[in-house]
Structures are given as C-alpha cells and as structure tokens.
C-alpha cells in the first residue's frame, strides 16, 4: 500500500520547522555582532522578543547610575500610566453598562408594574429601580 502525500507534508513540516530555527538562529547572529552598534532594533530583529529583551539589556549597560535611575523611574511612569489607562477602559466600560442597564430599567417602567421583576431583569437593584419610577413620576430626569 502507497501512502503519496503524508510523508511529503512530514518533509515539509520538518524543512519548515528547521528554517524557522535558522532564522532564529541568524537573527541572533545579527544582533550579537551588532549589539554595540545598534541605537535602534531593526524591523526583522522585533520578531524575536528575546531579542528586543537583550537589546533592551544592552542599553542599560552602557548607562551610568544615575542615568539607570531615570531609565527606571521613566518605565514604571510609563507601566503606571499603562494600568491608569487600562484601569479608565474598564470603568468606562462599566459605566457604559450600567447606563444602558438603567436605559432598559427606564423603558420597562410604563410597561411592567413589578419593580422587583425589573430588577432582576437589568441586574439593577430593587431600590435603583424604585428611584427610577419616582424620578419618572416627578417627570425630573
């Protein structure tokens, strides 16, 4: 019985494999011998996170203690802003829920009399959902 096919996707699976690596290997060789004379990783070098993490090293060995320090200090500023901006996304993101929760609690109101099943509804609280009938009540926004 001949089996055409699989083992010609086997050599190429394993040529594939085997060039990958020398890429990788290339790209080492690349930086290692340039190392001293790179201000800035080339584009087929960022591939490689190990290698963007070694040039990132690199450069610190060149720099004074204090001009180490001000590296530092400007990467947690940098990494502190990161998490304030993550952190504003997902309140944002939170508000923007709960307003289209009270939004669909607001519709419901001239059509379902039970505050209780509007709340269990919108995820709202059955005090929320009873402010909501008094404000619409009072005609106030």
């Known amino acids: 019985m001949r089996r055409t096919g699989q083992g010609l996707h086997h050599r190429n699976a ?8 020398e890429a990788g290997a290339l790209r080492w060789f690349y930086f290692l011998k340039s190392a001293g004379d790179l201000t800035a990783i080339h ?36 990494q502190d802003q990161r998490g304030a901006i993550a952190l504003a996304d997902q309140r944002g993101k939170q508000q923007g829920m709960q307003q289209e929760r009270l939004r669909i609690a ?18 709202l609280s059955q005090e929320a959902i009873e402010e909501l009938r008094r404000r619409a009540a009072e005609g106030s926004p």
Do not use: M, W, Y
């Not at 394993?14 to 990958?20: L, Q, T």
């Not at 993490?53 to 990467?75: W, Y």
């Open 14 to 21: 394993g040529a594939e494999r085997r060039r990958v690596r």
């Open 43 to 78: 584009g087929s070098l960022q591939v490689e996170p190990a290698i963007v993490h070694a040039f990132e090293i690199a450069n610190k060995c060149g720099l004074s203690p204090e001009e180490l320090d001000a590296q530092e200090r400007r990467e947690i500023f940098i």
């Open 106 to 123: 607001e519709s419901l109101l001239d059509i379902i009399d039970d505050d209780t099943l509007i709340a269990e509804r919108t995820g």
